[in-house]
T-cell receptor
Framework: DVKVTQSSRYLVKRTGEKVFLECVQD?????MFWYRQDPGLGLRLIYF???????EKGDIPEGYSVSREKKERFSLILESASTNQTSMYLCASSPRPSGGGYNEQFFGPGTRLTVL | KNQVEQSPQSLIILEGKNCTLQ??????????LRWYKQDTGRGPVSLTIMTFSENTKSNGRYTATLDADTKQSSLHITASQLSDSASYICVVTGGTNAGKSTFGDGTTLTVKP
């Protein structure tokens, strides 16, 4: 079974703190994603990466950065946390599709971040 | 703009009853459509995935249909159980290499005894 793990289930930080959210996948997937999920807004893509050291902005990258130094690990960084970044953060990974294949995303359990 | 709209927003049914959730999309070009189940406080888990050439796919009591011409999909749940209470999310992916996807807001299903 594919396993995507996230470093914390719950996290409480103060405004202005630097926050690191870690995600690790064990299936040698090329693609990794960070989403945030808020009531009424669904999942919104923050950043994604399709290879080591590669990253692409998603729909809402402002206030976030990412790091992918190793294939299995994708980190989300909040340089200076703000209260509007209180949310559920979900990491996902997927294999790179070949031909017309599927590119199903496998999700981690999520990190509920509260910024006070 | 690529969009995925789901209806209803929420639904309450009695245990043992059937229900159907709807998903309409405008994503283009279309690559595949997935339905996910998300239990409260957990990450989404895939139920079904279909390409444009597939018009139905089943996973136990869950059956998804896809009409690529009208850009509509439905998820039918048969003989509902209390454990089916969750949010069901429709996800449509365009033909990008990185698999960037557009998510619906989800339908919250509550199954009552």
């Amino acid at each position: 079974d594919v396993k995507v793990t996230q470093s914390s289930r719950y996290l409480v930080k103060r405004t202005g703190e630097k926050v690191f959210l870690e995600c690790v996948q064990d299936m040698d997937h090329e693609n990794m994603f960070w989403y945030r999920q808020d009531p009424g807004l669904g999942l919104r893509l923050i950043y994604f990466s399709y290879d080591v050291k590669m990253k692409e902005k998603g729909d809402i990258p402002e206030g976030y950065s990412v790091s992918r130094e190793k294939k299995e690990r994708f980190s989300l960084i909040l340089e200076s946390a703000s209260t509007n970044q209180t949310s559920m953060y979900l990491c996902a990974s997927s294999p790179r599709p070949s031909g017309g294949g599927y590119n199903e995303q496998f999700f981690g359990p999520g990190t509920r971040l509260t910024v006070l | 703009k690529n969009q995925v709209e789901q209806s209803p927003q929420s639904l309450i049914i009695l245990e043992g009853k059937n229900c159907t959730l709807q998903c309409n999309y405008t994503v283009s070009p279309f690559s595949n459509l997935r339905w996910y189940k998300q239990d409260t406080g957990r990450g989404p888990v895939s139920l079904t995935i279909m390409t444009f050439s597939e018009n139905t796919k089943s996973n136990g009591r869950y059956t998804a249909t896809l009409d690529a011409d009208t850009k509509q999909s439905s998820l039918h749940i048969t003989a509902s159980q209390l454990s089916d209470s969750a949010s069901y999310i429709c996800v449509v992916t365009g033909g990008t290499n990185a698999g960037k996807s557009t998510f619906g807001d989800g339908t919250t299903l509550t199954v009552k005894p």
